[in-house]
Each structure stands twice: as structure tokens, then as C-alpha cells.
């Protein structure tokens, strides 16, 4: 336990990169679950626009997904770096 204690005390960003990132992770989580729902009662009310609806919305969904990964690299670099 010392160990993980000294790490923090050296580097001030270990502590508060891993919480940053979550925030940033979890608000991701809610987007995109967003835009699937946003989605799925789209193609609900049109399903023969479906492969239109769903053609719009993976480039933002792979952005939100790609911001989460970013974050967890941030996370890790700032832990160990």
C-alpha cells in the first residue's frame, strides 16, 4: 500500500486522471446509448428508412467510441507517465 501511496504523492495526475476518464467513459456510455435509442424509435416509426438510419448513425457513434478510447490512453499515460 505505501507503494501506490508514494506513486500518488510523486504524480498528482495519477490521482485524478483515472476519475477524469471515468466521467469521460460514463458520458460516452450515455451518448451512445442515446443515439441507439434515438435509432431504434426512428426506424420504429420508418422501418423502411432503416438502412438509412442506420447508415447515419455510425459515424457518431464511432466518435463517441473513439473519445472513450482517448480517454483511456490519457488515463494509462498519465498513471504511468
Wanted: glycine share 12%; net charge negative.
Amino acid at each position: 500500500m505505501i507503494g501506490i501511496s508514494a506513486v500518488f504523492a510523486a504524480n498528482p495526475g495519477a490521482t485524478f486522471a483515472p476519475l477524469g476518464a471515468g466521467i469521460i467513459v460514463i458520458g460516452a456510455a450515455i451518448g451512445i446509448g442515446m443515439f441507439a435509442s434515438a435509432a431504434a424509435n426512428a426506424i420504429s416509426r420508418q422501418p423502411e428508412a432503416a438502412k438509412d438510419i442506420s447508415g447515419a448513425i455510425n459515424l457518431p457513434l464511432f466518435l463517441l467510441e473513439g473519445v472513450a478510447i482517448i480517454a483511456l490512453v490519457v488515463c494509462i499515460l498519465a498513471v504511468v507517465g
